[in-house]
């Protein structure tokens, strides 16, 4: 039997998962579950996935790339060295090495893979995780909602119907999701989320606490420098865990900045009080989508027999707290945030492969469904008026059709236009696909025309209108409403993901020589500074905080290597007294290299 | 109306255990991902068969066994009790009386 891998791809980590023995397992390399969602090249251009990706994001942000999913659906590009890469390429990059991953673990090659995205994310949204899937050479089998998919990792044949709410709080998306579970069938009520809301914008939050604080003491903006912002993140986030478990984070970062030649120290306590008031109000949006996701399941409060927290970002205290709180009861925290969703989905690859796991899945569509018509509500005629034909919370595959009419005498040319979204104006939904039928007969009107709406499993809408009078038809197969990779295009970004992976042996960094001078310029950021003095300044502030660093690190470097790292440490100070921006440069590039590999090990 | 029924393999004097133990018995057998077009056709006679507006229109003017006012009052204050309606419902519902 074919395997069929299941893939959280999430915002700041990601897993993957297979069935054994009739249970999901995560997979690992060196004993580690996660790898974080972060892809950067290296000094001499290689790719990096993962780890040593994200230890690199301090030193090197300008080639390193994390969050990507937060891009993922909309047409933009990052760039990374050279090259621009879409979103969906990026991804891929990771989906590739996860499926490396699998393929190490089982010792053969994975072809299919069930992939996760928030339920809240719309179509476009799934169709740019499908793609990036295909790109990392994975046959995309199911795309399921990440809720659903740690529901499947839950026993399906409760004692008693049970009512299951889903809390998933992300690195960078939100999801509520209602279920009820009843003699192994697992049934979505509702669905509601944002797909920009998360543990990453509780990291802003506190560094521009941070960096507010230091403007005030020093008059000088942190997040204005690449390198600070990317050192404070680092930072904060690590202040965020702590806070999690102690009521009070110390922040410290030496050499962050200078001002007058003099280099500038940050450290700042930040209580537990003033962190939950900074998260509180994105916290109170979470709580109004549960209200509604109860609203639309036709559910109060106390009729919920569980409540499932899913996501990193509900380790945070203040998230038990209001929770519990709004819902009258203890939340649940018995499976692991991080890896529930993974292994629900390699639950679901499961079921499709024909493994018996003893469950069945009845999901929803989490959006509306519909078509943009002349809008006659308030007496006259306005052309934006969205007309759902499938509701949102509907199962799925689902089959609806609505009736409607042509506007005018003898129109022979219909426009239909799809939407999703929960808007009357159809300019505030988001667009799905257009077409025209065309040949209507020349009747006075209204000529009625059928619309039928079918959307199948994988989100793939079929449209069809009908002429009723005469049977003519015109149906589409909508299955993004993004503008897909043309064929070349994607062509293009195959070989460029070949190509990365060409460089690099496998997934897993594998150190350059420890010392090997690298004569590349690897620092062209793409922050252009206007002036000579403000690129030096900033080279100068970074060089200082690597010296910091490697001295820190030297203490406990074997002999050889910190010989090395003093002997560089030197020839950077000697640089930085010259004010010779290439001579930082060049040396900097040397000694990060050796702090990047001692720190990674 | 009888199509809805027929489709599950019931008869419209079944009650809502009876509803929703044969439904998920046959989701079991057609799941959405083995049979999509069969489970598509049984949760939509499911829910045409929950819809309460639909619910109180066949009580009224479909005669079977169980029809005599007591025990239609009975069933719809069970119902009451365990769904919703919306006060547009409820209001339609005075109106008649």
């Given at each position: 039997?074919?395997?069929?891998?299941?893939?959280?791809?999430?915002?700041?980590?990601?897993e993957?998962a297979?069935?054994?023995?009739?249970?999901?397992?995560?997979?690992?390399?060196?004993?580690?579950?996660?790898?974080?969602?972060?892809?950067?090249?290296?000094?001499?251009?290689?790719?990096?996935?993962?780890?040593?990706a994200?230890?690199?994001?301090?030193?090197?942000?300008?080639?390193?790339?994390?969050?990507?999913?937060?891009?993922?659906?909309?047409?933009?590009?990052?760039?990374?060295?050279?090259?621009?890469?879409?979103?969906?390429?990026?991804?891929?990059?990771?989906?590739r090495?996860?499926?490396?991953?699998?393929?190490?673990?089982?010792g053969?090659?994975?072809?299919?893979?069930?992939?996760?995205?928030?339920?809240?994310?719309?179509?476009?949204?799934?169709?740019a995780?499908?793609?990036?899937?295909?790109?990392?050479?994975?046959?995309?089998?199911?795309?399921?909602?990440?809720?659903?998919?740690?529901?499947?990792?839950?026993?399906?044949?409760?004692?008693?119907m049970?009512?299951l709410?889903?809390y998933?709080l992300?690195?960078?998306?939100?999801?509520?999701?209602?279920?009820?579970?009843?003699s192994?069938?697992?049934?979505?009520?509702?669905?509601?989320?944002?797909?920009?809301?998360?543990?990453?914008?509780?990291?802003?939050?506190?560094l521009?606490?941070?960096?507010?604080?230091?403007?005030?003491?020093?008059?000088?903006?942190?997040?204005?420098?690449i390198?600070?912002?990317?050192?404070?993140?680092?930072a904060?986030?690590?202040?965020?865990?702590?806070?999690?478990?102690?009521?009070?984070?110390?922040?410290?970062?030496?050499?962050?900045?200078?001002?007058?030649?003099?280099?500038?120290?940050?450290?700042?306590?930040?209580?537990?009080?003033?962190?939950?008031?900074?998260?509180?109000?994105?916290l109170?949006?979470?709580?109004?989508?549960?209200?509604?996701?109860?609203?639309d399941a036709?559910?109060?409060?106390?009729q919920?027999?569980?409540?499932?927290?899913?996501?990193?970002?509900?380790?945070?205290?203040?998230?038990?707290?209001?929770?519990?709180?709004?819902?009258?009861?203890?939340?649940?925290?018995?499976?692991?945030?991080?890896?529930?969703?993974?292994?629900g989905?390699?639950?679901?690859?499961?079921?499709?492969?024909?493994?018996?796991?003893?469950?069945?899945?009845v999901?929803?569509?989490p959006?509306?469904?519909?078509?943009?018509?002349?809008?006659?509500?308030?007496?006259?005629?306005?052309?934006?008026?969205?007309?759902?034909?499938?509701?949102?919370?509907?199962?799925?595959?689902?089959?609806?059709?609505?009736?409607?009419?042509?506007?005018?005498?003898?129109?022979?040319?219909?426009?239909i236009r799809?939407?999703?979204?929960?808007?009357?104006?159809?300019?505030?939904?988001?667009?799905v696909?257009?077409?025209?039928?065309?040949?209507?007969a020349?009747?006075?009107?209204?000529?009625?025309?059928?619309?039928?709406?079918?959307?199948?499993?994988?989100?793939?809408?079929?449209?069809?209108?009908?002429?009723r009078?005469?049977?003519?038809?015109?149906?589409?197969?909508?299955?993004?409403?993004?503008?897909?990779?043309?064929?070349?295009?994607?062509?293009?970004?195959?070989?460029?993901?070949?190509?990365?992976?060409?460089?690099?042996?496998?997934?897993?960094?594998s150190?350059?020589?420890?010392?090997?001078?690298?004569?590349?310029?690897?620092?062209?950021?793409?922050?252009?500074?206007?002036?000579?003095?403000?690129?030096?300044?900033?080279?100068?502030?970074?060089?200082?905080?690597?010296?910091?660093?490697?001295?820190?690190?030297?203490?406990?470097?074997?002999?050889?290597?910190?010989?090395?790292?003093?002997?560089?440490?030197?020839?950077?100070?000697?640089?930085?007294?010259?004010?010779?921006?290439?001579?930082?440069?060049?040396?900097?590039?040397?000694?990060?290299?050796?702090?990047?590999?001692?720190s990674?090990? | 109306?009888?199509?809805?029924?027929?489709?599950?393999?019931?008869?419209?004097?079944?009650?809502?255990?009876?509803?929703?133990?044969?439904?998920?018995?046959?989701?079991r057998?057609?799941?959405?991902?083995?049979?999509?077009?069969?489970?598509?056709?049984?949760?939509?006679?499911?829910?045409?068969?929950?819809?309460?507006?639909?619910?109180?229109?066949?009580?009224?003017?479909?005669?079977?066994?169980?029809?005599?006012?007591?025990?239609?009052?009975?069933?719809?204050?069970?119902?009451?009790?365990?769904?919703?309606?919306?006060?547009?419902v409820?209001l339609?519902?005075?109106?008649?009386?």
């Amino acid at each position: 039997m074919e395997v069929i891998i299941g893939i959280d791809l999430g915002t700041t980590n990601s897993e993957v998962a297979v069935i054994r023995s009739g249970s999901p397992v995560v997979l690992t390399d060196d004993g580690d579950p996660i790898l974080p969602s972060v892809v950067g090249l290296d000094p001499q251009g290689k790719l990096l996935v993962g780890r040593a990706a994200r230890n690199q994001y301090v030193l090197a942000p300008e080639r390193t790339i994390r969050s990507i999913k937060r891009k993922m659906g909309q047409d933009v590009t990052v760039e990374l060295g050279k090259e621009k890469y879409r979103p969906q390429e990026i991804s891929a990059i990771i989906l590739r090495a996860l499926k490396q991953r699998a393929e190490r673990a089982l010792g053969h090659e994975v072809k299919k893979a069930v992939i996760t995205v928030p339920a809240f994310f719309n179509e476009g949204q799934r169709e740019a995780t499908r793609e990036a899937g295909e790109l990392a050479g994975l046959e995309v089998v199911r795309i399921i909602n990440e809720p659903t998919a740690a529901i499947l990792t839950y026993d399906p044949n409760p004692p008693e119907m049970e009512r299951l709410l889903v809390y998933d709080l992300g690195g960078g998306t939100f999801d509520v999701s209602i279920a009820m579970v009843e003699s192994g069938v697992v049934e979505i009520l509702s669905s509601h989320g944002d797909t920009h809301l998360g543990g990453d914008d509780f990291d802003q939050r506190l560094l521009d606490l941070v960096c507010d604080r230091f403007q005030t003491e020093h008059g000088i903006d942190l997040r204005e420098s690449i390198r600070a912002r990317s050192r404070l993140l680092a930072a904060v986030e690590d202040a965020k865990k702590r806070l999690s478990s102690e009521p009070v984070a110390s922040i410290t970062e030496e050499f962050i900045a200078e001002k007058k030649g003099e280099p500038l120290h940050l450290s700042i306590e930040v209580m537990r009080e003033e962190y939950e008031s900074l998260i509180e109000p994105l916290l109170a949006k979470t709580l109004k989508c549960v209200d509604d996701a109860l609203t639309d399941a036709n559910l109060q409060a106390q009729q919920i027999d569980k409540v499932v927290l899913v996501g990193g970002a509900t380790r945070t205290p203040l998230v038990h707290h209001m929770l519990s709180t709004r819902l009258g009861r203890p939340v649940h925290c018995e499976i692991e945030p991080d890896l529930a969703v993974a292994m629900g989905a390699a639950v679901q690859g499961g079921l499709i492969s024909g493994v018996e796991v003893g469950t069945v899945l009845v999901d929803i569509t989490p959006h509306t469904l519909g078509i943009e018509v002349l809008d006659y509500s308030d007496g006259f005629p306005a052309p934006h008026g969205f007309s759902p034909i499938i509701e949102r919370n509907t199962p799925l595959p689902v089959s609806k059709t609505e009736i409607y009419s042509t506007s005018r005498d003898g129109q022979i040319v219909a426009s239909i236009r799809v939407f999703q979204g929960e808007e009357d104006d159809t300019r505030l939904n988001s667009l799905v696909g257009e077409f025209q039928i065309q040949g209507l007969a020349p009747v006075p009107y209204p000529n009625q025309i059928l619309v039928k709406l079918d959307l199948d499993l994988n989100g793939i809408l079929k449209v069809t209108a009908t002429e009723r009078a005469t049977g003519l038809a015109k149906h589409v197969v909508i299955e993004n409403m993004m503008e897909r990779f043309r064929k070349r295009e994607r062509v293009g970004a195959l070989d460029r993901i070949n190509e990365l992976f060409a460089d690099s042996d496998d997934d897993s960094f594998s150190p350059t020589k420890p010392g090997a001078l690298s004569i590349e310029a690897s620092f062209d950021s793409q922050k252009e500074e206007n002036s000579d003095d403000a690129e030096l300044r900033e080279t100068i502030e970074t060089a200082r905080s690597l010296i910091a660093k490697s001295e820190t690190l030297a203490a406990s470097a074997a002999g050889e290597d910190a010989a090395e790292m003093r002997g560089l440490v030197q020839d950077l100070q000697a640089a930085i007294s010259r004010n010779s921006i290439d001579d930082i440069r060049r040396v900097s590039a040397a000694l990060e290299d050796i702090v990047y590999y001692l720190s990674d090990v | 109306m009888s199509d809805a029924y027929d489709i599950l393999g019931l008869t419209s004097d079944c009650n809502e255990a009876e509803l929703r133990a044969r439904y998920l018995q046959l989701v079991r057998e057609s799941p959405p991902d083995r049979d999509p077009e069969r489970f598509a056709k049984i949760r939509a006679a499911y829910d045409e068969i929950r819809d309460p507006v639909a619910l109180v229109e066949r009580k009224l003017f479909i005669p079977s066994k169980t029809d005599t006012l007591e025990t239609l009052e009975k069933e719809l204050v069970e119902r009451l009790t365990s769904a919703k309606f919306s006060s547009a419902v409820l209001l339609s519902l005075a109106d008649d009386v």
